[in-house]
Each structure stands twice: as C-alpha cells, then as structure tokens.
C-alpha cells in the first residue's frame, strides 16, 4: 500500500475488496480519494472494473438502489457485480463502462439522447425513495449570506429572488430524479449514452431539477436535451419560470460541499455572479 493511502478510505476499502476477492488488489487509477469517498479502477480479476466506497453507508444503498431501478426502466448503468455492505464503509464494485464524458463539444445528439435518458429514469417506479433536499431553498439562502463580499449586494438580490421564485413554484408532480445529473455523470459512447453514473444522491424530486443540473455550465444545450427528453409545453413553461432559481440553488450546494471539503471555491462564485445577470432560453 502506497504511503499517501495509509488509514484513508481508499487503504481501507482495497484491504476490504482483497479480503473478498482473497487476493491483492491492484489501485490503476484513483478516481476520488477524500475522507468520505474513494473511487479507484483495478484490473482483477480478469478485466477491469470500477471500486467505489462511501463512508456514508446510506448514501452507497441508495445509489445500488436507484442503479437498479434505472436498469429495470431501461437506463444505461453500470452492470453491479459486487456489494460489500459493512464495516467503516460500503463498497460497490461495478463493471467500467466505454464512453467519454458528456460536454459542451459533444455534439447535439449526445445532449438529445441524455434528455432522453433521464425521461426514462423519471418514468421509472419512485416507491421506497426519500425527497432529495426537501430544505434546499432555505439551505440555499443561507448558503448565500454566507458568500459574503464574493458577491455584490444588486446580485445577491437578484440571486436571492430567483432562487424564491423556484421555492413558489414547485413542481406539479415528482419522479425518480438521479439528483446530481451533471452532463460528467453521463458517458456517450457511439451516439448512445453508455452509463449514467454516481446515483448516490438519487430520491423523488423535480424533474426540472436533473434537466437543469445536466446544462448547468451548458445552458445551450438545454433545448437540444429537451427534445430528446420529449418534454412537453408545460414542463417547458415551468424551467422558464424556475430554471435560474434551480441552477442558483445548485451552484450554491455546490460551493457549500466544495468548502466542505477543502476545495476551491471560486469558479462556483464565477458562475453565481455570472448567472445573476444571465437568462436560462428554451426553444
């Protein structure tokens, strides 16, 4: 075990997988290694495939849960071949999927079959999952005081009145949301999405929720994933109205959980001051 590993999650978790396995683990590559979460490629035995533990335990049944479900309403997952449910963390290992990363180069086509992906997965059956953040409007104002003089007072009015008109507005019915869809959580391979991945975070929330998460940093692209997702005129009426209040209260979770996690901060305030001043466009 390399040095830097000692006592972490990620030495814990390969101790943990060579125990099951009754044989050394190889670490290929590290994915995330903080202190509640590490993900790592490895190649035994016989091929490769993706290890990810979470300190949380909760949080790791929740996403085996939702991956589950997904595969069942047809969603590209990765195929789950092992749970290790016990001890200082949970362990999911899954086969490693083909694919690149969705983003803003990919072409217009991958953004149609991602919508069409998460229509699948909100269609899919919701029983046994909590809400995802039934307090995030709240959590997210008091995220925002928090920012401080990294934003002028105009813009966190601003700020703060999008993220109002979300919270007067909530959703006519909910779904199965993956809840952390971001476009890097969904691998394209061939035209086709390859894999959704990381549902830790997965509950029953908006829709408009995950549609908007996925364009975040991409809001272009947000008619394109419409279209594929089959989204009719009152969902689309609806991200006109709420869609800047989602992506603030987004980029605010996000800046809370980097801060928490001693990363920096500032190209989520990049975005904030940005998106105070820009329009969320539906064609």
């Given amino acids: 075990m390399t040095s830097q590993w000692v006592g972490s999650v990620l030495a814990d978790t390969v101790d943990t997988v060579a125990g099951r396995w009754s044989r050394p683990v190889s670490v ?3 994915l995330v290694d903080h202190r509640e979460r590490a993900v790592f490629t490895t190649g035994g035995p016989g091929r490769p495939f993706i290890v990810k533990a979470d300190t949380v335990v909760p949080r790791l049944r929740n996403e085996v849960a939702a ?10 997952v990765a195929p789950i071949l092992d749970v290790i449910d016990g001890g200082r963390s949970a362990v999911l290992i899954t086969s490693m999927l083909p694919g690149t990363e969705l983003d803003g180069d990919s072409p ?17 059956p919701a029983n046994g999952f909590a809400r995802f953040r039934p307090r995030m409007f709240a959590e997210a104002i008091t995220e ?13 009015r601003r700020l703060r009145d999008h993220i109002a008109v979300a919270a007067e507005n909530p959703p006519p019915a909910e779904c199965l949301i993956h809840a952390d869809a971001a476009s890097y959580h969904v691998l394209v391979d061939g035209g086709e999405v390859s894999g959704l991945i990381d549902f830790g975070d997965a509950g029953i929330g908006d829709p408009a929720w995950d549609l908007i998460s996925l ?3 991409d809001p272009d692209r947000l008619p394109a994933v419409l279209h594929g997702y089959g989204a009719d005129i ?11 209040g989602i992506a603030v209260v987004r980029h605010l979770g996000t800046h809370r959980w980097l801060a928490d996690h001693d990363y920096d901060t500032r190209s989520t305030r990049v975005e904030l001051t940005r998106i105070a001043s820009s329009t969320v466009g539906v064609d």
């Fill in 108 to 124: 217009e086509g991958d953004w149609m079959v991602a919508g069409a992906a998460l229509g699948r997965l909100h269609r899919a």
């Fill in 215 to 217: 364009t975040l940093h």
């Fill in 234 to 244: 009152g969902l689309r009426d609806r991200i006109r109205r709420v869609g800047r």
């Fill in 144 to 156: 925002l005081d928090r920012l401080g003089g990294a934003v002028t007072e105009p813009q966190r």
């Fill in 67 to 76: 991956m589950r479900v997904a595969a069942e309403a047809g969603v590209a």
């Fill in 28 to 30: 290929e590559d590290v």
